[in-house]
C-alpha cells in the first residue's frame, strides 16, 4: 500500500476519519518490520509524518490493528517522544492499557515491565495486570519473576499495590500449590484483607486437601474480621470435604451455613451431588436434589448430569439409558459430556448399534466442533470406546473403517489406543495384512507428530 504524502495527509485531515491513516501507519510498520523490543539500526523518521495527527484514539486503533507486538511497541515508542509534536501529544492511561495487553497477551512480560517503568506508570493497576498475566500462564519459572516483581514494586515504593494486587498473588502462588506462601502473602499485605483474599487462601488450602488448615482461616474469618463468611467461603469448605469424601463433615458445613443465614445455591449442593456420585452412591444424591428443591434451589442441567454420570459409575447402566432420555425429553442442553456417558454405557451393554447411532447424532449436531470450548475431547473417548467395542465383536471390524473414516473427516485424531484395538481386531480375523498396514500409518503419523513438534520448538 502506498503511503500517502505528507501534504495529501495534511490536506485531506478534515475530512478523513482515522481508519485510512491507521491503514497508513501499520503497512508502513509491516514495511519497517521491528523483529524485537529494541530493534538497532531501525530509524523512526519515516512515522513522523503522522505526528500531526497523534491522539489517544489514533494511537489505541493503531495498537489495536497490530498482529506483531513488536511493531506496535515500536509506534508506541515512536509516538512517546514525536518529532515534530505540533499538538504537544503524550499518551493516556488508555494508550498504556492497550500496549500492556497486547504485549501480556504475547507473554512479553519483561518488556511490559520495562516500559511501564521507563515511563513511570507502574501503577497498581498495570502491577494487578501482570501479575494475572503470569498467573494465567501459571509456569514454574515465571512463579520466581512475579514474585520478584512484586517485591521490587513494594520495596521501592513504586506503587503501594491494594488488596487486589495481593489476591491475584495469592491466587496465582495457590494455583501452583504453594499456599503457605499464598498465607505469606495474606499475613504481611500491608493493607486490609477482604473476604475475597481470604476465600482465596482456602480454596488453595482445599484443593490440597489440607482442611484443617483450610478451617484455621475459616475461624479466623468468624472472630478476627469485621465481616463473615459468604455462600464462596462455605461452598468452598463443603467442596473440599466431598473431595476428600468426607460427607458428614460437609453435611456438617452445610447445616452450619444454613443457620447463620447463609443460603446455599446450586454450586453448594452439586458439589454434594457429585462427590456422592463419583462414589456411585447416586440414591443419596437423589436425596440431596430433594432437599434442595425443597430449600428452594432450582436444579440445573450439571446436577442431573452428576447423576447420569452417578449411574453409570454405580453399574447401573439401565438406569442411566432412560436418566438420559428423562433429560432429553426435559429439553435440557445436554453436551457432548452427556453423550459420551451414554455411549459408553450402550457399549457395556454390548448394545453397539445404539452406540454408533448416538455417535453419529453427536457429530450430526455439531459436537465435535464445540469440543475445544469444552476444554476436553470427549468425542475422541466416545470413538475409541465404540471402535475398541467393534474390535472385540466378531463380524463388526467392516464398520470400525466406516468410524475411522468419519473421525478423521472431523479431525479427530486415531489415538494409540485405538490402533491397539485395531491391530489386535484385524489380527484374530486374519488380516494380518491389513494390521500390518495399521501398523505402518500409525508409526508414519507418530513420525509426523514429532518432526511438527520439532519444527515448533
Known sequence: MALPSTRAIANSAQVLDLIPIVNSITSLLQTLNPRNPIPINLTSSPLSRFSPFLDPNLVTLVIHKQTNPYHALFFFNCASNPNPNPNNYSHNHTCYEAITDLLLRHSLFHPTVKLLEKSQKLSDFFVGKIIKAYGDRVKANLIDLVETLFDNVVKEGVVQPDVSSYTILMRVLCKKGMVESARKVLDEMPCEPNLIAYNTLINGYCKKGDLESANLVFDKILTEVDFLPDVVTYTTLIDGYCRKGEFVEAKRCLNMMMKAGCSPNVVTYNAIIYALCLKGEVDEAKKMITEMTLNGVKDNTATHLNILKGLAVAGRSLEALEYFKWMAGCNMNLDAKAYIVVVKEYCKLRKIDEAIFLLKGMCERGFSHNMPQMGCMPNSVSYRTVICSLCGTEGRMREVGY???????????????????????????????????????????????????????
Open 403 to 457: 468410524l475411522v473414516d468419519d473421525m478423521l473427516r472431523y479431525g479427530i485424531p486415531v489415538d494409540a489406543t485405538m490402533y491397539g484395538c485395531m491391530l489386535e481386531g484385524y489380527s484374530k480375523t486374519g488380516n494380518e495384512d491389513v494390521a500390518m498396514q495399521q501398523r505402518a500409518t500409525y508409526l508414519e503419523r507418530q513420525m509426523e507428530n514429532q518432526s511438527a513438534l520439532s519444527a515448533i520448538r
